[in-house]
């Protein structure tokens, strides 16, 4: 009995990192403030909205591998991220297809 509930109890935890992915990767606390160095040392950073799984609105700020969890209502992050757009990952659309261009051959003169 216990060897089946060890593997239930598995199985429904794999199902659920399968469906819910970004549910472990939320901002559970933000800072309401930002240390003066911090903003010039990010390398990438993400925007955490107040739906779905997370229920935290945040600017996830990622330096040297870490991962700090700010307010997105605070005066100097807004204004970073206004300059530092080109930091934000971007999401491959699925919905739009890419444009082909077609290869001509190029006729052989005799």
Not at 9 to 36: H, M, Q, R, V, Y
Not at 51 to 76: M, N, Q, T, W
């Amino acid at each position: 009995l216990v060897p089946f509930i060890s593997m239930l109890f598995l199985t429904l935890l794999l199902l659920f990192l399968a469906l819910f992915p970004g549910a472990f990767n939320c901002c559970t606390k933000i800072s309401d403030e930002i240390p003066k160095g911090i903003l010039r040392r990010v390398e990438r950073f993400d925007i955490q909205k107040a739906d779905g799984l997370c229920h935290l609105e945040a600017v996830i700020l990622y330096i040297e591998g870490r991962k700090f969890c700010v307010s997105p209502r605070i005066k100097k992050v807004k204004k970073w991220m206004k300059k530092n757009k080109h930091k934000i990952p971007r999401k491959k659309s699925h919905g739009r297809k890419q444009r082909r261009t077609r290869i001509k051959k190029k006729e052989k003169k005799q």
